[in-house]
C-alpha cells in the first residue's frame, strides 16, 4: 500500500496543479465593462465623414449625447431665376417700346406726301369784256414734304404742261394759280379744272361766265 501509494502520490499533486492553472486561466478572461469600452475606442479613433460644414457619424459606436449635437443641414436656397426666363419677361415691354418708336419715325419720317381736300375757286365769277379771271386752288396735304405735280384743263379745249409745287416738311396748304383772259364779244361760260398727278391723284373744278355785248 504504501508502494503503491507513493507511485500514485505525485499524480494527485499534478492534477491538482492542472485544474488551478486551467481555473485561473477561465478566471481571468476580459470582462464584460472591457469589451464594451474596446469597440468604442475603436470608432472613435474612425475619422468623421464631412458633408458641406456638418459632421455625420454612423456605426452602432454613436451614442445618444453625439445624436444630440449633431447639426441639421440649413435647407437649400431656392434657385435664381433662369436667365433665359428673365429675358422673356422683359422682352414684351421691349417689343411694345419699339413698336411705338418705329410707328411715330414712320409717321414723321417715312409716310409719304398724300393731298387731301381740294378747293378751286374763280374771281370774279362774272367776267366782262376783255376781263381775266383769277382762278385759285387750295390743296391741303398731310404735311409730308415732296413735289406736288399738276395740270390745268380748260373748257375751251387747251391744258397746261406738268408743273410742280415743291411741299416742305410741314406744309399742309398750297395754293396753285391760273390766270385766265377773255377778248372780243360774246358770251360764255367757261369751266377750269386742277388734276393732281402725283401723291394720290385728285381733281376739282369751278366755273365762271364771260359775257361781252
Not at 390745268?152 to 391744258?159: E, K, L
Amino acid at each position: 500500500m504504501t508502494a503503491r501509494n507513493e507511485q500514485h502520490g505525485p499524480a494527485p499533486a499534478d492534477a491538482e496543479y492542472s485544474a488551478t492553472v486551467l481555473a485561473s486561466h477561465w478566471i481571468q478572461r476580459p470582462g464584460a465593462d472591457e469589451t464594451l469600452v474596446e469597440p468604442a475606442a475603436e470608432q472613435r479613433s474612425t475619422p468623421p465623414d464631412r458633408v458641406e460644414g456638418t459632421v455625420l457619424r454612423f456605426g452602432p459606436g454613436v451614442t445618444a449625447t453625439i445624436a444630440h449635437r449633431t447639426h441639421r443641414m440649413p435647407a437649400a436656397a431656392p434657385p435664381p431665376a433662369p436667365r433665359r426666363r428673365r429675358l422673356r419677361r422683359h422682352a414684351l415691354p421691349v417689343l411694345v417700346v419699339l413698336c411705338v418708336l418705329a410707328l411715330l419715325a414712320w409717321q414723321r419720317l417715312g409716310q409719304p406726301l398724300r393731298v387731301g381736300a381740294i378747293t378751286v375757286t374763280a374771281r370774279p365769277t362774272a367776267l366782262g369784256c376783255d376781263g381775266t379771271a383769277r382762278i385759285v386752288a387750295l390743296v391741303t396735304t398731310n404735311g409730308r414734304p415732296g413735289t406736288l405735280s399738276y395740270r390745268w384743263v380748260r373748257s375751251d379745249g387747251t391744258t397746261s404742261g406738268v408743273l410742280e409745287e415743291v411741299m416742305v416738311r410741314g406744309q399742309k396748304r398750297a395754293r396753285l394759280h391760273l390766270r385766265w383772259t377773255f377778248q372780243g364779244p360774246g358770251q360764255h361760260t367757261a369751266r377750269a379744272e386742277l388734276r393732281i398727278l402725283s401723291a394720290n391723284q385728285r381733281t376739282a373744278s369751278t366755273r365762271f361766265t364771260y359775257a361781252c355785248p
